[in-house]
């Protein structure tokens, strides 16, 4: 349960390794574990904020943003639940879509499904 909100805090610190913000403070930390689940907040000085709730089941969701030495403003929102880790960012890299013709062939073989034979 924890080894998420571990890897999410790790990301957004990994943000500020190569400036002046490795001397940031942390301005706000709470953190609440029950029986039930877990709600942890993270914020600093250098704009980075963390996020996360987790459920007795070890479902968790959560989010976390920085600003990046360019300017820009990072921010990944997150699920981690039996179907695994989904985040979910525009900075995030998509996949290609699927070519037409391929999609075609998936309909097709989904339609005709092939017989089983059976050998003596």
């Not at 993270?42 to 996020?51: D, G, K, P, S, V």
């Not at 820009?72 to 290609?96: F, N, R, S, W």
Request: aromatic fraction near 8%.
């Amino acid at each position: 349960m924890f080894k998420f909100f571990l890897i999410a805090a790790l990301i957004a610190c990994a943000a500020a390794v190569d400036s002046d913000d490795v001397h940031a403070d942390a301005t706000l930390l709470k953190s609440d574990v029950r029986a039930d689940g877990f709600d942890s907040v993270l914020e600093t000085t250098n704009h980075i904020h963390q996020a996360a709730s987790g459920d007795e089941h070890g479902n968790i969701h959560g989010d976390f943003n920085w600003i990046s030495p360019e300017g820009e403003h990072i921010d990944i929102k997150y699920v981690a639940d039996e179907h695994g880790y989904q985040p979910v960012g525009a900075v995030l890299p998509t996949p290609h879509p699927i070519p037409e013709a391929i999609l075609k062939a998936i309909a097709y073989i989904n339609a005709h499904p092939q017989k089983e034979e059976y050998h003596h």
